[in-house]
């Protein structure tokens, strides 16, 4: 070994360049290909092919359509907003974000990272997720 910590995302030991990075969910990618497809739409002409949405483009915003689990601006913005209030890092933020799990054991099994990190141990900690959790869903619930 080269003296470097092995990168293991259990523990949130991904990187300093991931722990850093800003990272986003299905909904917020959604968002945001939907509005560049609609500027394209607005200056596409037939005769240009630089103005024509790529099939990768396509594809890639059909999947985050698909897979997001908030589809309002307004709701997106709360999860964000919400789940940062638990002092999250991007990765579980955005983790938890588009799972949505149900329970405080799916929440740690997607996300082993919460526990390891002592931040929600023990029965408060179950708490904790189950109170981040019912905030999910109350936003989803009134989307």
Do not use: W
């Not at 594809?59 to 307004?74: A, E, G």
């Not at 799916?106 to 002592?118: D, F, I, M, R």
């Amino acid at each position: 070994m080269s003296g470097e910590e092995e990168e293991n995302a259990a523990e949130l030991k991904i990187g300093e360049e991931f722990l850093k990075a800003k990272c986003l969910m299905n909904c917020e990618v959604a968002i945001i290909l939907e509005h560049k497809y609609e500027q394209i739409q607005q200056h596409a002409s037939e005769s240009d092919p630089s103005s024509q949405v790529s099939q990768v483009f396509e594809k890639s915003l059909q999947y985050v359509k698909r897979f997001s689990r908030y589809k309002n601006p307004d709701a997106v913005r709360q999860v964000r907003e919400t789940l940062s209030r638990y002092g999250l890092a991007e990765y579980e933020l955005c983790t938890l974000g588009n799972l949505c799990p149900d329970t405080s054991g799916e929440a740690t099994a997607l996300v082993p990272s919460l526990k390891s990190g002592g931040r929600f141990v023990g029965d408060a900690g179950d708490e904790k997720i189950e109170k981040m959790l019912n905030d999910l869903s109350l936003i989803k619930k009134f989307e």
